[in-house]
Structure formats: C-alpha cells, structure tokens
C-alpha cells in the first residue's frame, strides 16, 4: 500500500473538506436523522433483514449517520474512516443521540492493526470501493473481520456510471479501468456550490474484479441484485420516478446505476 500513501494523504484531506460541509446539507438532513428519520435505503433495508443483536462493522461509514441507523435497528455498531473530520463527527452524533456505537479513524486497508474482535456481518455502501485501488487487500480485511458464518453485504454504485464522464453526457472512462483517475473538484455530490475546492484520486472497478475478489478469500456469494435507478439524487440531470428513485434523464431503465451482494464467510463446523 506503500505506493498509494500520496493518493491516500489526498483523499483523506479532500473527504476531511466534503464532511464538513456535509454536515450541514439537506442531502444527510442530520436534524431529520436525529429526530428518528433512518438514512438506510429500501435496498439494504429489505436484503439484510433483521440485525438486532448483530456486531456490525461498517467499512468506509463517512460520519456514522448510517453506523448509527443500524444501531436504531438493534445492531451492536462500529465505524471505521479514514476521515478524521468525519469520525469527529459521527462520535459527536453518537454522543448527542445517545446511541452506542464505536468509531475508529483509520485506512480501512490498515484496519486490522486498530481493530481487534471479529463480527457477524461487515458492511459498506455507496460511494465507497472507488476510492481503494487494490480489491484483493480489501477483501482480505473484509475476510479478517467476518465471524465464521457472518457475511458481507455490500450495497454500491455500478461501475457502469462511472464509465461517464462528470455530466453523465459522454463514455469517457473503461469499464476495466486499472489506472487512477484523478478529478478536480469543486462542491460536493451533497452540495454542488459548498464553497471547497480539492483534488481527488479514484480507481474504477468491475463487478468481476469486486466479486473474484471475495470469492478469491473464501467468502461464498448468496446473491448479486443490480438496480437501473439510484436511492440518492446524487448524479447530474437525474429525474425522480414515482418510487422515489432516481434515474438518469434520457437514461430511464437503459443504465444499471446501483449493485448489491452478500458473501458470507462458510463455517465448517
Ligand atoms: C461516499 S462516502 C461513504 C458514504 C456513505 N455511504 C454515507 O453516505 O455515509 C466515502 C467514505 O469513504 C472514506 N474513505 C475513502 N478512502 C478510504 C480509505 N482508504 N479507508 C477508509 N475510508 C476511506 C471517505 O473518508 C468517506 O467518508
């Protein structure tokens, strides 16, 4: 991982500026979060089923909103960032709604030297796998952390819509893209005039390379649903259809825009 500490180094002071500003969005809406409102999505909602009980690691939990959501749910919670601003604040939520919860801050691919314990599931979503270059490794941190008999699920943007370029107008990148990408950005997918300016380094990844490289770890896939719309209105020129998804204009139901799957750690017992 040695050959990605600048990338790395970017990305966390470039998540430290978007989870400042996120802080005050309608997109998060903290203050309908606080008074009971769940910031989980139907998706993970419906295929993961009942947590009570359940330790929960979540991977890549920006500010804790949905870590704490699964606590509402009954689920014993930690929630590891490589955003200190991030954890920051997703400890102060946890303080001042009461919730339990742990957060650690931390490269998710150096986790297991700050994490100990092992959990029945773990956990990631949304905007999270393209900003980790190496798959293999985080599987294998994946693997590290899961009970034997727990799972992964893992609810995500398809690598389809990242082959677009910023407008969604063009195909602009490989679907198998190896290379790093690197944007500059101003505003955030939250806030598209939060007044910050910052460059990012992001890695596309296929379905194949995300599954091959949970099965390469031993972890057994149960399912791989794909969906042609989006629960956030996160992407340019979106319209909202009556489920209250979102879809690309001119794009309708033409475009998979989110993937989700569970692996499960098989226990021979
Ligand atoms: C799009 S956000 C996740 C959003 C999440 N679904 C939500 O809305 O709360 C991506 C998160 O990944 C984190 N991140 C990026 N690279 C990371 C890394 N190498 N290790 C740990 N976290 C990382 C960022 O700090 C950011 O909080």
């Known amino acids: 991982m040695e050959q990605y500490r600048d990338f790395f180094e970017a990305n966390r002071q470039s998540w430290n500026l978007r989870a400042a500003a996120h802080k005050s969005t309608t ?24 947590v009570r009980g359940k330790t929960l690691l979540h991977l890549q939990c920006h500010f804790g909103q949905d870590t704490l959501s699964w606590a509402r749910h009954g689920a014993q919670v930690t929630g590891c960032d ?15 709604t009461g919730l339990e919860a742990s957060f650690v801050c931390c490269n998710v691919y150096d986790l297991p030297q700050h994490l100990a314990g092992k959990f029945d599931i773990v956990f990631a979503s949304y905007g999270v796998v393209g900003w980790l270059p190496d798959l293999k490794r985080w599987a ?40 790093v990408i690197v944007t500059d950005n101003q505003g955030t997918y939250a806030d598209q005039d939060a007044d910050i300016q910052y460059r990012d380094y992001s890695w596309n990844h296929s379905l194949s390379e ?9 972890l057994c896939l149960e399912f791989l649903n794909e969906y042609p719309f989006s629960p956030y209105n996160c992407f340019p020129k979106t319209v909202k259809g009556e489920d209250g998804n979102y879809r690309i204009q001119g794009l309708e139901n033409i475009i998979p825009m989110v993937y989700s799957l569970k692996a499960t750690k098989i226990s021979y017992q």
């Open 27 to 50: 997109f998060y809406d903290v203050e309908a979060w606080k008074a009971g409102k769940d910031s989980l999505q139907s998706i993970e909602l419906r295929e993961m089923g009942d």
């Open 210 to 218: 995300v599954i091959n490289s949970l099965i390469g770890v031993g």
């Open 82 to 96: 490589l955003s200190d601003t991030a954890i920051e604040y997703a400890r102060q939520l946890a303080a001042e």
């Open 140 to 179: 294998e941190v994946i693997a590290h952390f899961l009970k034997p008999g727990g799972y992964f699920y893992f609810a995500e943007f398809h690598p389809v819509i990242w082959m677009f370029d910023d407008n969604l107008e063009k195909l602009t990148y490989s679907y198998q893209q190896s290379d």
